[in-house]
């Protein structure tokens, strides 16, 4: 029997495992194994431990890949650490116990059941937490399949499942393995074999991503020529009214030289980069103009849209911007961040942060769409790219390829910003589109259908990227679909369980 103090060791093991899984200190390697101490820790647990260590585990894998938030959050705030951290720990209890749970309840029940292929069972279990964490909790942060985002053959499956696909043999695995560890005797030598089951099937994914990932890459490549400009200057100025209008010279000069360079039919810049109301100040649009129509290029670029109204409402928008300077259409963004864009009413007396009177988004109701000269383009803004069913309705809309416009500055580290990016990555596959990421201070990126990087910008520099897209409008079977392998999953689950029950 494990001591209540071995089996936290075991969930802080799991922890740093986990941590290790991620970009950029990591490897995908250690994801097969990761979740091997938590899943022998949670074996013969009453509800009331399995709950507590569930909860425990949840804060401390978060915190493992998201050490940097309690500061970066309190410095957002004007708070102190303190702040940070209390509001770290509120956020991911909401976002991300509640998932990891409900799955610990389900892994120690007595009649979860085993057998050869109980580590399938274990895996469709865990896809079933991730998407309840991910898009009823709202917190995609921490899949599993990411890990593997590196890995361009084993992810081509994904254009069937989604990321699912990808955590659900990485999980099954992990399931395997820990069974090796608790079984002895004869069941520990079937357990050895359902190790070589998840390889066999994990091996057999390989080979089909390797057969589609030559597929798609012999396909035509990218025809319109685009630059991305990452200023890696202070977009937390849209919260300061003394910084109004600040940083539009840095982006000019980028964008002119580059053009000068190397000409460009489409220019992007990250979500903010505009600190002004575009639509309100013609003197700044005729500014923008000059540069653009001495280049002949469209610009897409992130910035604030104020709706009329007392109060007025602020919109997070992205813009269609013609070479004349006149805004063309816009986007406005649908899907806030919690704490960050839109927040309970009480937290307001602490936030040391206001525009133009207002001090959180709205969220948009604009067409979804921005009809560049490189095709209809699907715009999601910072976090709406982690979300797949977000990024699957903005394809079902027509969008012919991906924007993610992002601010990752604020946050001071680089490794979120190279997580989201292998998120991204794999909206690419998914969809089999060229993706767009202009970030204000990296990674930048242009990604291709097969969630290869094609060009990827320095962290904290400022850098523009060149490279060329294609429009690809038309859904693939995840887009088709999906998340009909999640409703698979929870289904295999349910009639397992109660198998297991009525044994």
Not at 31 to 57: D, H, K, N, Q
Not at 300 to 329: C, E, W
Request: glycine share 10%; net charge neutral.
């Amino acid at each position: 029997m494990q001591t209540l103090g071995a089996r936290f060791l075991l969930i802080l093991a799991t922890a740093g495992l986990y941590g290790l899984s991620f970009p950029p200190y990591g490897s995908a390697v250690v994801a097969w194994f990761a979740l091997v101490p938590l899943l022998v820790a949670l074996r013969g647990l009453a509800v009331g431990a399995a709950l507590i260590l569930a909860w425990m585990s949840g804060l401390t894998m978060a915190y493992a890949i998201t050490d940097f938030l309690p500061g970066s959050v309190a410095t957002y705030y004007g708070q102190g650490w303190a702040f940070g951290m209390l509001l770290f720990v509120a956020s991911v209890t909401v976002m991300c116990c509640l998932s990891h749970m409900l799955f610990a309840v389900w892994y120690r029940w007595p009649a979860r059941p085993e057998g050869l292929l109980s580590p399938l069972v274990v895996g469709a279990a865990w896809v079933v937490a991730e998407f309840i964490r991910g898009d009823l909790e709202g917190n995609p942060w921490g899949t599993m399949g990411y890990t593997q985002a590196r890995v361009l053959p084993l992810v081509q499956v994904a254009e069937w499942t989604g990321v699912y696909g990808v955590s659900f043999v990485v999980v099954a695995m992990n399931a395997a393995l820990a069974d090796v560890v608790v079984r002895r005797g004869a069941r520990r030598a079937l357990a050895k074999v359902a190790v070589a089951v998840v390889a066999c099937i994990a091996i057999a994914l390989f080979a089909f991503g390797r057969v589609r990932l030559g597929a798609v890459e012999a396909e035509p490549g990218g025809d319109v020529p685009i630059a991305v400009v990452q200023g890696n200057v202070d977009l937390g100025a849209r919260w300061r009214e003394e910084l109004y209008g600040e940083n539009l010279a840095d982006y000019l000069r980028q964008t002119r030289d580059t053009a000068l360079q190397d000409p460009v039919r489409l220019v992007f810049w990250p979500e903010n980069a505009v600190t002004f109301f575009l639509a309100d100040e013609e003197l700044y649009r005729y500014s923008i103009g000059r540069v653009l129509e001495a280049t002949g290029a469209q610009l897409v670029t992130g910035g604030p849209y104020k709706q009329p109204g007392a109060p007025p409402r602020i919109h997070n928008s992205a813009f269609l911007v013609a070479p004349s300077g006149d805004v063309l259409a816009r986007y406005d963004k649908r899907v806030l961040m919690p704490f960050a864009e839109y927040y309970p009413g009480w937290l307001e007396i602490f936030l040391n942060r206001r525009f133009d009177g207002v001090s959180e988004f709205t969220p948009g109701d604009s067409p979804l769409l921005l009809p560049t000269v490189a095709g209809p383009a699907a715009i999601v803004t910072c976090n709406e790219a982690l979300f797949p069913r977000t990024v699957n309705e903005r394809v079902a809309d027509g969008g012919g390829y991906l924007v993610n416009l992002a601010n990752d500055g604020w946050l001071g580290v680089h490794k979120y910003s190279d997580r989201v990016l292998d998120m991204v990555a794999l909206r690419s596959v998914e969809h089999r589109q060229y993706t767009v990421r202009a970030s204000s201070s990296g990674g930048s990126a242009i990604i291709a259908p097969s969630g290869r990087v094609l060009a990827k910008s320095a962290p904290f520099a400022a850098e523009v990227l060149r490279g060329s897209i294609r429009s690809r409008p038309g859904a693939t079977p995840y887009g088709r679909l999906g998340d009909l392998f999640v409703a698979l999953c929870a289904l295999v689950v349910v009639l397992a369980s109660l198998r297991g029950a009525r044994r």
